[in-house]
T-cell receptor
């Protein structure tokens, strides 16, 4: 498996524009997590899914943020409209929990978002 | 709500000396515990995990950690530090019960001097 794949790796956009970040988890994994990393706030959990169902979105900062997981192999994080304070590195991670099998979370390389 | 505390923003150690990076956690039930490392402009790399069994867990690059339930701690250790160990280290916890939210600490920067 190629691991967790995120796209794009870098995104520069103007304030007010819509931004869509994409994630392909590892095949067979049942959990998917979205995190945001900034110098000021560290690594924040935004939302996570179990078997494609959103379980906890309490970390999503505002209604401008939304996330979907239409199937087991794809998830998106959308920001509309974007603001400069959204500039951060966004990570996607996936893991497997099945009975006694508990894997660690495998992280993608992240998307560095800059909103100007 | 589960949480992780990494009380030190930075740990400084000389090469060849032992290192410890501290982590304490809070969960309602029993935890799964993890350590990750992040190098500049990179993603998070898994180091080791405690799921069950022996409280002393050995991981990648000579790192180990000890699960201490009474002290709710999971400190990361290495007997002899290398300059190349300099990086940002994160502790994380998941609750065994219910849906398994994965929460990270704020991170500890390790600086190993030659």
């Amino acid at each position: 498996d190629a691991g967790v794949i995120q796209s794009p790796r870098h995104e520069v956009t103007e304030m007010g524009q819509e931004v869509t970040l994409r994630c392909k988890p590892i095949s067979g994994h049942d959990y998917l997590f979205w995190y945001r990393q900034t110098m000021m706030r560290g690594l924040e959990l935004l939302i996570y899914f179990n078997n494609n169902v959103p379980i906890d979105d309490s970390g999503m900062p505002e209604d401008r943020f939304s996330a979907k997981m239409p199937n087991a192999s794809f998830s998106t994080l959308k920001i509309q409209p974007s603001e400069p304070r959204d500039s951060a590195v966004y990570f996607c991670a996936s893991s497997l929990t099945r009975g006694p099998v508990v894997t660690e979370a495998f992280f993608g390389q992240g998307t560095r978002l800059t909103v100007v | 709500a589960q949480s992780v505390a990494q009380p030190e923003d930075q740990v400084n150690v000389a090469e060849g000396n032992p290192l410890t990076v501290k982590c304490t956690y809070s969960v309602s039930g029993n935890p799964y515990l993890f350590w990750y490392v992040q190098y500049p402009n990179r993603g998070l790399q898994f180091l080791l995990k405690y799921i069950t069994g022996d409280n002393l867990v050995k991981g990648s690059y000579g790192f180990e950690a000890e699960f201490n339930k009474s002290q709710t701690s999971f400190h990361l250790k290495k007997p002899s530090a290398l300059v190349s160990d300099s990086a940002l280290y994160f502790c994380a916890v998941r609750d065994r019960e219910g849906f398994q939210k994965l929460v990270f600490g704020t991170g500890t920067r390790l600086l190993v001097s030659p």
